[in-house]
């Protein structure tokens, strides 16, 4: 699928922003932020939210994992990397169908992404 089909897809089943999705208490605020469509009256806010949370988690995570003396990687990302709202619009979809993942905090469902996502051989 494209990712215009799979924002399509999320923009159709999003709830309304509300404020507290910012708050970012679970991985469904960071999915609703993440799903905001452009009617929405917190949209460009909660776009940028989504994307400064998403790539900021992804970015200490991956530095973390580039740190540490362990062997063992949690995720390996393809050498040919997707845009950001391709990444995004996957993330959705993926968290969107995992209600447990949806309860966790918005950090370990990322975190939860990239393993199921990108494991490492």
């Not at 159709?12 to 009256?41: E, I, K, M, W």
């Not at 909660?46 to 994992?65: I, L």
Request: aromatic residues 8%.
């Amino acid at each position: 699928m494209s990712a215009a089909a799979l924002l399509a897809t999320a923009a159709a089943q999003a709830a309304p922003v509300s404020r507290d999705d910012f708050v970012l208490g679970t991985t469904a605020n960071l999915v609703t932020l993440c799903s905001a469509t452009p009617t929405d009256p917190l949209y460009t806010a909660a776009m940028n939210f989504c994307h400064g949370f998403a790539v900021g988690t992804y970015r200490a995570v991956a530095d973390e994992q580039a740190a540490s003396r362990s062997k063992h990687r949690m995720f390996c990302p393809p050498a040919q990397t997707q845009t950001r709202d391709q990444a995004i619009a996957s993330f959705v979809q993926w968290a969107s169908a995992r209600p447990k993942t949806l309860e966790s905090s918005p950090t370990d469902g990322i975190v939860e992404y990239l393993i199921a996502q990108y494991p490492c051989r």
